[in-house]
């Protein structure tokens, strides 16, 4: 906790007046960051919301994500938006790997709330093994200078509080 707090503080990701808009899955990685946002929202001030994309894609293992999100939400009194979208259609018409829709779909929701709810800030629960792997990423792709940083902490309204952590921490 007291490591991802010196880290949003290093980076200048948050302050009081925000309202942060989570993107949280369900798994390990986003309920870590949304138990540590709902946290310093206490001691900051500022007001968390959390979203939770239903890709279509999964049948009844998707719904019960939905729901295990909907209940931490309540439990935790966060506000929770659910969005079901048709990622599947969306990468045939796209011609995209369901990967790359999914992520499309997924920021194009984020955005959209967003600017729906009067967020300022989207925060994504990346971590330092996504972080190692998006480095190699880019090198097998021969990125230049810019591919070498891997993923910011802070881009614009997009912030990553668990960019100091890898994942073994988060479980």
Known sequence: YQRVKEYIQRYHMLDGDDKVIAGVSGGADSICLLFMLTELSREMGFTVAAVHVHHGLRGASADRDAAYVEEVCREWGVKCLVSHE??????????????????????????????????TKIALAHHQNDNAETLIWNLCRGCGLRGLGGIAPVTGQWIRPLLCLKREEIE
């Open 86 to 119: 048709d990622v599947g259609r969306y990468a045939r018409q796209n011609g995209l790997t369901t990967e790359e829709a999914g992520r499309d779909v997924r920021r194009a929701v984020l955005k959209k709330v967003k600017q729906e709810e009067g967020g």
